[in-house]
Nanobody, 120 residues
Framework: VQLQASGGGLVQPGGSLRLSCSAS????????MYWYRQAPGKQRELVAS???????NYMGSVKGRFTISRDNAKNTVYLQMNSLKPEDSAVYSC???????????????WGQGTQVTVSS
């Protein structure tokens, strides 16, 4: 199983970006999908999560600005980021728990990370 993230870049404060992360390979099912971020010198933070059924959770500082969603048919998770602030700058990584077949346990997989820089 491989996760491919995309959509990062440089944006001015107040701008928007949309991150995507798609899983490929032997996939039977995917449970909760996550977005994390890590800024230089800081610990990794859980930004948002979305269950298979669409229940979402967000870290406090992004509530009302970020929206996580998923397309189960495409094995893809999205993170729509609006009203971006300089403190949102970080490497954003996706994480999924994937079951390769009906007899296998869920295993954790990570995308490669995509840089988001918010600066004027």
């Amino acid at each position: 199983v491989q996760l491919q993230a995309s959509g990062g870049g440089l944006v001015q404060p107040g701008g928007s970006l949309r991150l995507s992360c798609s899983a490929s390979g032997s996939i039977f099912s995917i449970s909760t999908m996550y977005w994390y971020r890590q800024a230089p010198g800081k610990q990794r933070e859980l930004v948002a999560s979305v269950t298979y059924g669409g229940v979402t959770n967000y870290m406090g500082s992004v509530k009302g600005r970020f929206t996580i969603s998923r397309d189960n048919a495409k094995n893809t998770v999205y993170l729509q980021m609006n009203s971006l602030k300089p403190e949102d700058s970080a490497v954003y990584s996706c994480n999924m728990f994937v079951r390769a077949d009906g007899a296998s346990p869920f295993r954790s997989y990570w995308g490669q990370g995509t840089q988001v820089t918010v600066s004027s």
